[in-house]
């Protein structure tokens, strides 16, 4: 898998999350900006993404549903903050209620930097969270598969705490 | 699986423990062998008072306990707090794991049609 590094910083409650692609930057870009390609990868396997609005530019807004195993439906929304092709883009990813619109809260903060390397592109997205309620409540909606394999991380992650002792 | 939840006041108590490095520190050494209050005192450079108020946040946020024994107070770390807050950060990763899985998919599919 091409991801460089992740980075989790508990205090600040950041992810930085570091991945190479061999493809072009415009590629990659491409991932992000046209809703059908997102849809193939923003939702688990299991819970696959629609975009049913994607105005990716400045100010622009998204809406999309990831869909169950059972058929219930999670629904989300993007309000895209700031865009400079093919180089970063910033947006706001929260909750929406049944009708779709966003519900009440704080949304989950991305920017997203990709620059060009020897291999291809390398992409840094950098997720901040309010507070870990937060951070439970997007685990609850985009995190259905993997998680047994995150769990054993922390184990790894509280031997890090020991050597560092 | 489900995602232990804590209340909000719970989780906020424990982020703000956390925030501040000479009690990242403590918890830290506590998590593996009981320290008494003095023995942690002499790491670092401030008061035994302003040690034993680090630990009081700690305390209040479920990071450790304390006890006393005879003359000393012996501060033990609690793991499964420290877990929990470390669970959400690492499941959240393994959300972006994942993601980035799809996309090499997607990404081979274009090289495979030429």
Do not use: C
């Amino acid at each position: 898998m091409p991801v460089v590094s992740s980075d989790t910083d508990r205090d600040a409650l950041t992810l930085t999350f570091v991945a190479e692609f061999d493809a072009s930057i415009d590629r990659v870009w491409q991932l992000w900006e046209d809703p059908r390609q997102l849809e193939r990868w923003w939702g688990p396997p299991s819970w696959p993404a629609t975009f049913v609005r994607h105005e990716f530019r400045e100010g622009g807004e998204s809406r999309y549903y990831m869909t169950g195993p059972e058929g219930e439906k999670a629904p989300g929304w993007w309000k895209i903050t700031r865009v400079d092709a093919p180089h970063v883009f910033e947006f706001d990813d929260g909750f929406s209620n049944e009708d779709g619109e966003p519900a009440p809260g704080e949304p989950v903060r991305g920017v997203v930097t990709f620059e060009e390397i020897d291999a291809g592109t390398r992409f840094t997205i950098v997720t901040t969270f309010v507070s870990e309620e937060q951070l439970d409540e997007m685990l609850k909606m985009g995190m259905k598969d993997g998680m047994g394999e995150a769990l054993g991380q922390i184990d790894g992650l509280l031997a890090d705490a020991r050597q560092s002792h | 699986m489900v995602i232990h939840e804590a209340s909000e006041s719970e989780t906020d108590r424990v982020f703000q423990a956390l925030s501040d490095a000479t009690r990242r520190d403590i918890v830290t050494r506590v998590m593996t062998t009981e320290q008494s209050i003095t023995q942690l005192a002499q790491h670092y450079n401030m008061s035994f008072a302003a040690v034993h108020k680090h630990i009081a946040v700690l305390e209040r946020a479920s990071l450790v306990t304390k006890e006393r024994r005879g003359r000393e107070q012996i501060v033990r770390g609690i793991v499964e707090t420290l877990r929990n807050a470390s669970r959400l950060l690492t499941t959240y990763e393994e959300i972006w794991r994942q993601r980035t899985h799809q996309i090499d998919v997607l990404l081979s599919d274009d090289q495979g049609k030429g």
